[in-house]
């Protein structure tokens, strides 16, 4: 269903006393204060504030000589992102005309939506034709999106598309998730099913600008995601928030999220401006980098790496200088076998006749597994296969840490010959394990494992690479190691110093990385 409001010319009507974005704020801030947050959820609304839906606005390039536009504002909610770009056309000269379409289908905001949309027309001071659709975005489209029969042969096209898209999860068999097989895998999001749409309704060389969280950068999850993105677009512009918890305006909101600037081309810039601010309303106070775009989006898995200085480009310089995975020297990151609490009836307090160890990142001290440390449930009586594994040599490294302790990587040196009486152990699934693909790993190849993930180097990239404080197997099984040989020499020099300190892995990485 399509809703639209009658054009008219600016003279008509009286210019407001007030700013149209202040004006509009103030009404969605009544909105907010009187809708329930478990019902502003149902639809995964966080509102954009002022500064912010400004900046946003600011960030696209308006060709000169420029009359007529097209803007596209899918979710607009209440109205403050379309507003702060019409606000910023109006200070344009070459822009004449400007016709606007806005999604909504949260029954509750569309009159708010309408009421505000109609201020800011009788409020522009050039003609300007404004469409709200109150259908789903995403379904309402598929047809197009995928080429399929049925599908509009000449489907609307937009110069501008500017967003702050639905955070919410949904069921992998969704109807929105179904619709967009070529981008969802897994566990989706709306806000990513609603930038991949956003992108296909741009007209080529046209940009987009949304807010979203930060989580498609990296991760399975994504992966599909992000290879028709920047396949599609390329990044032009990234703007990062220090403080996660002040980005939206009266909400309770920790995921960290970033700002996007995409251009739709299939030519690759050669630079990504990447600017980063404290909070939603310090944009005066930006530091700002310009990143060469090879180093920002890398690999085939197109990952996106987040940096903020030059200390962490030149982190990424050095460590992309080897052009090798764990994969491709046999050896690979794995989730811990057993979730303790979907397995109560075999876990065990004590040793037992046919009991197993059952590691648990407690279990990793300054660098090494220690077992037993009189832990619950640190064994398990079991026959399942899925719960065993071979009892070799690892390196365990932790999946879950603080978000304010040092370290993100946070690894330790099992031994099998520390525990001969064991054939088989068992690991928790809140612990990764490295392990030899084909064969046991060397003990001098998993102390120079030890080496690379106890350095400095291997854990800034890592929080380069993932904002959050989890250490995923995906991401580690892409990340640039050394060759094997490389390994194995570091291993044996460790072994040699007995140091396992962070410093002294530093040490032996640098004659390595340079």
């Not at 399509?2 to 700013?19: C, G, T, Y």
Request: aromatic share 12%; charged share 25%; hydrophobic share 35%.
């Amino acid at each position: 269903m399509s809703l639209f409001l009658m054009v008219f010319p600016h003279w008509i009507f009286m210019e407001m006393k007030v700013n149209m974005l202040d004006y509009i704020i103030e009404r969605t801030n009544k909105y907010i204060d009187s809708m329930p947050k478990k019902e502003r959820k149902k639809y995964g609304q966080f509102f954009t504030s002022k500064e912010t839906a400004r900046f946003m606005a600011g960030l696209y390039t308006i060709p000169e000589n420029l009359s007529k536009v097209r803007i596209l504002d899918a979710g607009a909610g209440s109205g403050i992102l379309s507003c702060a770009l019409l606000e910023r056309l109006e200070q344009i000269d070459s822009v004449q005309t400007v016709e606007l379409t806005c999604y909504e289908n949260d029954n509750k905001i569309i009159d708010l939506l309408k009421e505000n949309l109609q201020a800011c027309q009788r409020n522009f001071k050039k003609k300007i034709q404004i469409k709200i659709i109150t259908d789903n975005y995403i379904t309402s489209q598929y047809l197009d999106f995928n080429h399929m029969i049925g599908a509009n042969s000449n489907p609307q096209k937009f110069d501008f598309v500017i967003g702050n898209p639905p955070y919410k999860k949904i069921s992998k068999d969704a109807p929105e998730a179904t619709a967009m097989p070529q981008v969802c895998y897994g566990a989706p999001n709306l806000y990513f099913i609603f930038a991949a749409m956003a992108l296909y309704n741009l007209t080529d060389d046209g940009e987009m600008v949304y807010i979203i969280p930060r989580s498609w950068t990296s991760g399975a999850y994504f992966k599909r995601f992000r290879q028709y993105f920047l396949t599609e677009g390329k990044l032009e512009h990234i703007h990062l928030f220090v403080s996660r918890n002040k980005v939206f305006d009266k909400e309770d909101v920790l995921q960290e999220t970033i700002i996007i600037k995409v251009e739709k081309t299939d030519k690759t810039p050669e630079k990504v401006m990447i600017t980063s601010s404290q909070s939603n309303n310090d944009f005066d106070n930006m530091t700002s980098l310009t990143v060469p775009y090879s180093l920002v989006v890398s690999g085939n898995d197109y990952y996106v790496y987040l940096v903020t200085n030059e200390k962490e480009v030149c982190v990424l310089e050095r460590l992309h200088k080897f052009d090798k995975t764990l994969p491709d020297i046999g050896l690979k990151m794995k989730t811990g076998l057993t979730v303790d609490f979907r397995n109560r009836e075999i876990l065990r307090d004590a040793a037992e006749e046919g009991a197993i160890p059952l590691f648990y990142s407690q279990h990793i001290k300054h660098g090494e597994v220690k077992f037993p440390i009189q832990k619950e449930h640190e064994y398990v009586v079991t026959d399942q296969k899925g719960l065993m594994q071979e009892n070799r040599n690892y390196l365990f490294v932790k999946r879950f840490t603080a978000k304010e302790e040092r370290r993100r990587l946070q690894c330790g040196v099992y031994l099998s010959k520390k525990y001969p009486q064991y054939k088989k152990i068992s690991t928790q699934n809140k612990i990764n394990f490295i392990d030899g693909l084909i064969t046991e790993m060397s003990e001098c190849l998993v102390y120079g494992l030890y080496v690379i993930f106890n350095s400095t180097l291997y854990d800034e990239y890592y929080r380069i690479l993932n904002g959050s404080t989890q250490v995923n197997s995906t991401e580690i099984n892409a990340m640039p190691v050394p060759d094997l040989e490389s390994i194995q020499e570091m291993g044996r020099k460790l072994m040699n110093s007995k140091d396992m300190s962070e410093n002294n892995c530093n040490v032996i990485l640098e004659g390595y990385c340079g």
